[in-house]
């Protein structure tokens, strides 16, 4: 069974630019987070959807960050312009429908580890 | 959700058993421990989790006390590919609660 798919697995970008992270959930899983990793600390969540529906963006920097899940598969999470203090590892996790998983296992991908300079 | 506590590290000797522990002792009743790890460069990994009973699976032992204000994971016989951060999640039983991360405990795994 394929993970969780992220890419870039790196980005270097200099602040005010932009940047885009991509998701490809495991097949059939209808939930998907994004988390936010700084160095030394455990993920943070950004955002959570259930199929294309973001029920959780509560922690999500609205201001310079967005995200969006069309046709409730694959995942973008863009940050415009990025600030020095960006600079983290962008995580992706999926979970299955509840129907098919007693318990809340979440599937993580790689990450993506920004740099902004 | 409650929070939890753990040692910021802890070191092993290889083939010995690692026991890491964890307070929760604001855990509610419906509320699960979820244990997970992190290799380096890697995304957390799922490894067990309980509500009230002591769980075992090809991965490790889950101890949680009576009082459920506490709980143990065991890792039987480390191996250094074990060295990774492991991470203590307490978490509703109800359907898509968010996990709260906190910094968890980096275990080194020594030859």
């Known amino acids: 069974e394929a993970g969780v798919v992220q890419s870039p697995r790196y980005k270097i970008i200099e602040k005010k630019q932009p940047v885009a992270f991509w998701c490809n959930p495991i097949?059939?899983?209808?939930?998907l987070y994004w988390y936010r990793q700084n160095l030394g600390q455990g993920p943070e969540l950004l955002i959570r959807?259930?199929?294309?529906?973001?029920?959780?963006d509560s922690q999500l920097p609205k201001d310079r960050f967005s995200a969006e899940r069309l046709k409730g598969v694959d995942s973008t999470l863009k940050i415009q312009p990025a600030e020095l203090g960006d600079s983290a590892v962008y995580l992706c996790?999926?979970?299955?429908?509840?129907?098919?998983?007693?318990?809340?296992?979440?599937?993580f991908g790689p990450g993506t580890r920004l740099t902004v300079l | 959700d409650a929070k939890t506590t753990q040692p910021t590290s802890m070191d092993c000797a290889e083939g010995r058993a690692a026991n890491l522990p964890c307070n929760h002792s604001?855990?509610?009743?419906?509320?699960?421990v979820y244990w997970y790890r992190q290799i380096h460069s890697q995304g957390p990994q799922y490894i067990i989790h309980?509500?009230?009973n002591n769980e075992t699976n090809e991965m490790a032992s889950l101890i949680i006390t009576e009082d459920r204000k506490s709980s143990t994971l065991i890792l039987p016989h480390a191996t250094l590919r074990d060295t990774a951060v492991y991470y203590c999640?307490?978490?509703?039983?109800?359907?898509?609660?968010?996990?709260?991360f906190g910094p968890g405990t980096r275990l080194s795994v020594l030859p």
């Open positions: 996790a999926s979970s299955p429908d509840w129907g098919l998983s007693s318990y809340n296992e979440q599937f």
């Open positions: 097949s059939g899983h209808n939930t």
């Open positions: 959807y259930e199929n294309e529906e973001a029920v959780d």
């Open positions: 604001t855990i509610s009743g419906n509320e699960y």
């Open positions: 309980g509500l009230k």
């Open positions: 999640i307490v978490v509703s039983g109800n359907y898509g609660q968010n996990f709260v």
